[in-house]
């Protein structure tokens, strides 16, 4: 019988609840996913490339840097061209070396470096963040705005705190706002949304 309790159990469990409801599982399965999502996505497909392209290298230069991965546990999303780095690490300067790494990707526009100081997630707030997650995903299915798709907002918590990505109207971003703050177990909102005029 698997033993539960072992911290390889552990991180290979959050990694499965991670890549489920995180935006990362569409890189891993490919690009069928992604035609998919172009139909509800306000990206061009060409951009559904890109990001996925770039998340691949950021990954990619994460777990290629020892002193990272000794240092830092870093979780990577990319949205239209842009980087969202969260996690904590030891040494801010490992992290802000790692930052200018990704800020050098062909076609990055921007890097939101979230990334705090303090000792890495525990097995229970890394599980926390990730229900927190889900639960943000499921409440976006509350705002009823006529032709609002929940599922074009992006949603990554870390530690309480929940960032949201998306190409949305200024009155979608107000109405998702506000259902997120009233979440149980949101610390904090961070929008991170670019704005459409219609």
């Known amino acids: 019988m698997m033993n539960l309790n072992t911290p390889a159990t552990r991180a290979v469990i959050v990694g499965l609840l991670a890549l489920a409801l995180s935006g990362c599982g569409a890189v891993v399965i490919g690009g069928a996913v992604a035609t998919a999502n172009v139909a509800h996505d306000r990206r061009t497909a060409g951009t559904l490339v890109e990001d996925q392209k770039i998340l691949l290298e950021a990954i990619s230069f994460r777990d290629g840097d020892e002193a990272l991965k000794k240092q830092a546990n870093i979780g990577i999303d990319v949205f239209n061209l842009q980087v969202l780095l969260t996690g904590q690490a030891e040494n801010i300067e490992v992290v802000e070396a790692f930052r200018q790494r990704v800020a050098g ?24 963040d990730a229900y927190l997650t889900a639960r943000v995903k499921v409440a976006l299915f509350n705002v009823k705005i006529d032709g609002f798709d929940p599922t074009r907002v992006t949603v990554t918590s870390a530690q309480g705190s929940v960032y949201l990505m998306g190409l949305l109207t200024p009155t979608e971003a107000d109405a998702v706002t506000e259902e997120v703050r009233f979440v149980s177990g949101v610390k904090r909102v961070v929008k991170l949304f670019e704005y459409l005029d219609r």
């Open 105 to 128: 990707i062909p076609r990055v526009r921007a890097v939101f470096n979230e990334v705090v100081v303090g000792a890495e997630s525990t097995w229970g707030e890394a599980t926390s």
